[in-house]
């Protein structure tokens, strides 16, 4: 047996101990391929940490697997996929050394706990080949008729090439005989290869997933994680598609490496797959088909174990994604700590129910002046009260509370779609509160009803949704834009809503304990988990005030809860503009991943982000694809730096109400009503009316939310044991 220096050192360190050298020929067992108590399909990538290189048998449940290891990827280290693992738990022994290794089904679940019933396959209809070829093949929809319950379908592998000066793919004809018009390609690593793509179309979690590589099947031997394909650059990117509502309960038909719903689809489809990159996705990891970060995370987790298993081990992984896309980036990354090592979004929220809450308090604020209290404030006072930017800002934004309207064809608000439903959905399953009570109901809670609990009475998810203290138009009382008897007025009649969204006269609590789970699975972003350890870059993508909500206030209320969070933002970087060009943004973010990547220093992952940052990679805004003005980004809509002359901001209802821009608090504590407290005189009676109108206090947004609680990293709401938040077939909490 050959004996390093390092060997002699750690022979000599075991003496000491009394640990013997045959017992120290195994350092560490470890899995390459997901986490050992979240392996799914039944086989892991093993790494096998020694102090030689000596073979030794490798036992998988008391049975010799050792003949499926090679050297690995580092010194003194033995690499093999090891396969035939049996549901639940597994035992891996080599040189002494056990590693346990939990196994679930490719099907799933993991931890988003029970699958949603009933289920609506897609795979007979997907769109293979969506935004990757113009026109479509005549095969483009289906790969497969659903072979089961779970939608399972056989895997289908095709390949697509670009022409020489084309700019869209077209499908190979053989596999066999290369085009006579097929491009070349040299991707960021240096290797020039024929520019084919390698497309993998299969499911899992239930969902579809596709996965996309350069390889030419006609000169390449085939790929596994040993022999990766020469195109390859070792970076791997998810995408994760757009935002809900729209697809409850069914497999989708977006998704997947067909990256037609990214920052921009040719940036991604072509120049990214030239310059080397992996991509994958799930139908589940977006947002229109699962508005369920916990759902999306492990069909995400799912599908990069996949993607290594088949290809290797990658050097990074990153999510890029607009509007859904950009919340699931931001939700996964903080959930799954480790799943990504930098995140890039566009049109950014924190997570859906950031959208629906500040929806639900805009369509109080519509009923209410447009029903209760019609023509007693004008338009402007009416905004200021909203503050956004404009009553159609306001009534854009308030329209998106349709995510949590189960109740089909309410029409009270011009350009509300309440009860969004997918075609593919048959309407006797669909929920009407006279005709069906009983149906499924297309809202964030009831489909992540794992996450929120049930009501025993109803069997509709508990729902958050809570405004009780919350002083609506509190700013523009103070700054004197409302009267107090208006103040008092609004406040007496905004009501609230029953499960149904239907308005109700009094103001409405959310359940504490799906409260607490919303902070804890990360529905509600936190900020705390894994955005806190790699690069963040957020650079703008619709940016635009006037409507259609995808606001700024977004972007910095993101920023605020990583602040609050983690103490400062330094790994934080965002770009202004409308758009920011992304020649640039992609060069820039890359560049930081990449110092982050050569960094080999002790430091832990934060550090490694926050040292390696770029010294040109600042805050900023772009007034055109030419001009960026470097500037620390600020909330506001005053004229006061280059970027806010630009770019100014706008806020939202309850901002307007005294809460935090990082509108995070889903149910304040409350304090008593005091005087002292409001920037404007009240009369005894008027003083005596508030007080009647709060009779429990009003919000105090200076002490954290009720059941405000940090993310639970790799939280499970079954069937995985560990960290286990919530198990739903049993209605407690753990």
Known sequence: MRVSAMNVAVIALLAITGVSAAEAAVLDIKTLSSRPNRVSGGDVLVQILQSDDAAMPVLLNGADVGK????????????????????????????????????????????????????????????????????????????????????????????????????????MPSATSLPADVSTTTTSTGATVNFIVRLETGTIDRGIYQSAILFDPTQDAPPSWRNSPKGWNHRLIAIDGHGCPGGWYIQGMEGGSSVNATIDASLLSAQKLSQGYGLFGNTLQNASQSCNPILSGEAAMMGKEHFIKSYGVPAYTLSVGCSGGAYISNDMADALPGLFDGIMTACTFPDAFAIANSALDGHLLTHYFEKTAAGKFTEAQQVAVSGYKSKKAWVDAANQAQRTDPVPGRDDIKGYNSAVWSDLVPKELRYDPKSNPHGLRPTTFDIARNVYGVDTKTGFALRTFDNVGVQYGLKALN???????????????????????????????????????????????????????????????????????????????????????????????????????????????????????????????????????????????????????????????????????????????????????????????????????????????????????????????????????KVVPWASFGPAPENLVYDITRQEKL
């Open 479 to 709: 700054s004197r834009q409302i009267t107090p008897d208006q103040f008092l007025d609004l406040n007496e009649g905004i009501g609230g809503y029953d499960q149904d969204d239907n308005y109700v006269p009094s103001r409405v609590a959310g359940d504490a304990g799906a409260i607490r789970r919303a902070y804890q699975s990360g529905a509600t972003l936190s900020g705390s988990g894994g955005l806190s350890q790699i690069p963040v870059f957020d650079i703008s993508g619709i940016y635009n005030d006037d409507g259609g909500y995808h606001y700024q206030w977004y972007h910095f209320a993101v920023r605020e809860r990583m602040k609050q969070s983690n103490g400062d933002t330094r790994n934080h970087v965002m770009w202004r503009g409308n758009p920011v060009p992304l020649d640039k943004a992609w060069p820039a973010f890359i560049n930081w991943v990449e110092a982050i990547h050569a960094d080999k220093s002790s430091r832990g992952p934060r550090e490694k982000t926050i040292a390696n940052r770029p010294a040109s990679l600042t805050d900023g805004c772009w007034k055109d694809k030419d001009n960026f003005t470097s500037e620390p980004q600020s909330f506001s809509r005053e004229p006061a730096t280059a970027c806010n002359t630009s770019f100014p901001s706008f806020a939202f209802p309850r901002y307007i109400a005294g809460g935090p821009l990082a509108a995070n608090i889903i149910k304040c504590q409350l304090r008593p009503v005091e005087a002292k407290d409001y920037q404007v005189s009240f009369t005894p009676d008027q003083m005596a009316r508030l007080k009647r109108i709060f009779t429990g206090g009003v919000c105090d947004f200076s002490r954290p939310g009720v059941g405000q609680v």
């Open 68 to 171: 499926d290891f090679q050297a690995g990827a580092v010194p003194h280290s033995r690499e093999g996929l090891v396969s035939g693992l049996k549901l639940g738990s597994n035992t891996i022994v080599a040189g002494g050394k056990t590693i346990k290794v939990t196994n679930y089904p490719i099907t799933g679940p993991i931890v988003s706990g029970p699958h949603e019933t009933p289920w609506i396959c897609t795979t007979a209809i997907f769109p293979m080949f969506a935004g990757m070829q113009k026109p479509e093949p005549a095969d483009a929809k289906g790969f497969g008729p659903a072979l089961d319950k779970d939608c399972s379908a056989q895997t289908k592998i095709t390949y697509l090439y670009m022409p020489k000066g084309g700019a869209a793919f077209k499908l």
